[in-house]
């Protein structure tokens, strides 16, 4: 059996197929890396698992209130097991990742405390949430204020600006995993660790929470088992494996975690209430593939940096870098590029593939933004998805991937379609 006819069918030329093949001759070492990680995490996930004794009766919807919502508190109980933490917060009432970091920040900062950032600028969408950009409700406006750390220009820590920058009102201290949407490196588990270290050796009592969207189950280890008070994410991410339709988790110290059920439903009221409207079997099972996505997604993004750099292309991370979180840049250099890169990938797609993407302008960006995903879940960036703003450098950022094999096409059809738009020669 040929796999190239069932890539032609798909849409994928002969020529382009047999690039990818040779690129990925070349990957069997990195893949095996990235298994071991997954095998070692679906290893950890089923301990938590059957450590708290899942059974069917975890799996039944509740609505209402939801009190004595064994189902809910179960999976609480078992994320914190797989986040070796006291407790965790785990509820599709968490709208999204911003909503999880925006109740770990207001729950755990009070009028007259500081937040700093070590890391340099927090993800976009928290400039609003702190106050960087005004807004209503943001914690400045509740007499929280802000310090922040910019990273060398290497991207390493700047130990002695962060001392600085560390005083008596520091109460939290905030560090993404992630590069998200900008050009710096993301962290290791280790960097991480090394700089929650750092930050406690200068000020003991000072929590530190991390931002851990797209980084779960890319390492063996989680910011939480060096020191970290708070992981937070959202469950359309990583940790929810494709299959939840919404949510996000809080894991962390009984401390921080009961300050955060209090914050998102009432003083008082806590982790007691809040129903889980029958999504109870997508979360646990999500979390059980989580693993697997993640590796298929990492395979996705090596794949991808190693076809783009090859044909020229800058890759953030590049093609040898080892992983922390499942994003690829790719700077393309051109607006058509960008558009052919992402009409690939929405005509791989399982869902709303003979769609068109087109540059859009979006509240809050100041250029025109490209979209392409066709995902089971709206807005889901676990699954396969790119995107970036028209202006330049040119760059998309890609992620995701349900399966390798569809991160596979989506990228074959990317390469296929700068071929078609003849923007470049294999
Ligand atoms: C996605 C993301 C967020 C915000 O999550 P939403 O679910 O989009 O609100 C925050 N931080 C980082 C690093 C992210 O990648």
New binding site residues.
Partial sequence: MELDSIYRTLGVSLPVYKFGEEVLASLRRRFEEVDRTAEYNQGKVLAAMQKNRVNATHFSATTGYGYDDEGRDNLERVYASVFHTEAALVRPQIT????A?TVALSANLLPGDELLSPVGAP?D??EEVIGIRESKCSLKEYGVSYAQADLLSDGGFDYNAIRGKINKRTKLITI???K?YSSRPSFSVAQIGELISFCKSVKPDVKVMV?N??GEFVETLEPSDLGADMVVG?L??NPGGGLAPIG?YICGTRECVERCAFRLSAPGLGQEVGANLGLMPAFYQGLFLAPTVVAGALKGAIFAANIYEKLGFACIPNATETRHDIIQAVTLGSREAMIAFCKGIQAAAPVDSYVTPEPWAMPGYDSDIIMAAGAFVQGS?IELSADGPIRPPYAVYFQGGLTWYHAKLGILMSLQKLTEAGLIRL
């Fill in positions: 999204c990742g911003t909503h970091l993800y969408t928290l993404q995993r992630s998200g931002d969207c797209y959202s359309i991410k996000g960036s």
